[in-house]
């Protein structure tokens, strides 16, 4: 049975020269031959797309630009309302005696396909995504500051240890002190709180608190903790910079999103739906914007139903 | 030109951004990197897009490519935190890195035309063997033995010790050296 005494193996050799044979015998195993084209073809793929995004860098400094400049419209707006509304407070103060004046609330709804950039009264920042609405006060009275919202909205709240920010939500509200976190709530049913920095205490209207951690996600149902998850925060931050992170998400996925952000609801051929997509989407004002880039990434077609809020998507 | 020269100047062209060098580069890696993320991943879609990423990295960093010391070392490093993410977003496992991701790990069927070294009796055994040792030993010694990468890489690429590596693989030879005593035993 031996071929070549000299190296085949037996039991008496001793340990060492074992071992020598074993890595004899693995130097001599071939690997696997694989079928590698798809991954150059594959690659070539990400290659593309990746000079395609970096091109859109530009595109993206100029509507960050533009939201910037939102925002400084929207400050200047906020003054003019807060002085505006306390000088007229001012005289009926002076009739009712010397009670403070309350302050007035300022109501804001973003347009479709548009964020929005508000700064507060005390420093916090706050980005609204489309379609939300934010309510807030002109000023910050009393030992809270308490803001309403709907929709989706990014807050930086200002640091004040003395005075908690309570953002109220439709079935919960959260409680901070100065942190970065994303509330998401266009339905009830399905709302979320995404914690990216700091500490946030979470209370539904069912009564169950959390205090969440960095890169915690609660997802909301009616009023109830449906799930809590790790995420990397920025899949769902995203949308502040003015695009739609896709990294690994299906059409279904992002669908979904454009219909709560559009308002529309668009219908998709199940053979589409698992669809992976990669790289991120602008969210342009129009969603016809968007129809075209994601015409250019998938082979698909989209019709406009007669009632202009349904769209389908079928295979091309 | 020797081969290591060769591979410089290749690397060079890539990093001046030459596809066609990228091309060659890709031929000779995908093979190796691929069936080492199948010893995770298990499926060739999954695979696919773990080394077609793996390459992209690569031409992302194209500009510090002659910097790197050890570039197998490097593109297994690559794979394996890939393969790690992929897991872990298939079950939405916490964001740490470690070797106890890897629950599943299997070597492909090792065979050698190489009768004088191990009968194919023997062979068989010794696969056998290595498919029954725990994942990460039989990660270990995967790359220790058959990648042929060194004690200390693959300490750095794992985040495990020194002595950790070294444990692993004088267990998985162990366990082999028992088993083909065995088996030869029987056989007289």
Redesign the interface.
Known sequence: ?N??DD?????NRP?GE??E??????D???????D?E???I??RI??LR?RIRSRRAWAWRVSIGAVAACAVVLLALNLFLGSTGVSSEAGEGMLAGNEIPESTYNEVTVPTGQRMTLMLADGTQLIANSRSQVRYPSRFDGDVRHVWVKGEVYFDVAKDGARPFIVSADGFDVRVLGTKFCVSSYSPAEASVTLVQGSVALTTDTDERIRMRP?QRVNISDGTIDEI??V?TSLFTSWTRGGLLLE?QTLGNIVDKLNTYYGISIEVDPRLTGRKLYGSLDLKSDINGVFTVLCSIIPMKVEAMPDSVTYRISPR | MTGSEESENMLYRISRGDERAFDIFMSQWSSRLYNYAMTMLQSRESVEEVVSDVFLEVWKSRGNLLKIEYLGQWLRTITYYKVVTRLRSETRRPKFVSLGDIEEFTIYPMESNDESILSHRQQEAVNEELESLPPKCKHVFFLAKIERMPYRQIATMLNISLSTVNYHVAYAMERLRNKLKNITENEH
């Open positions: 049975m071929i070549n190296l085949h193996y037996d039991s340990d074992c071992d044979l074993l890595d004899h015998y693995f001599s195993v071939e690997q696997p031959m694989v590698t798809g991954i150059a594959l690659t990400k290659m990746e890169n998850s790790i990397d690994n």
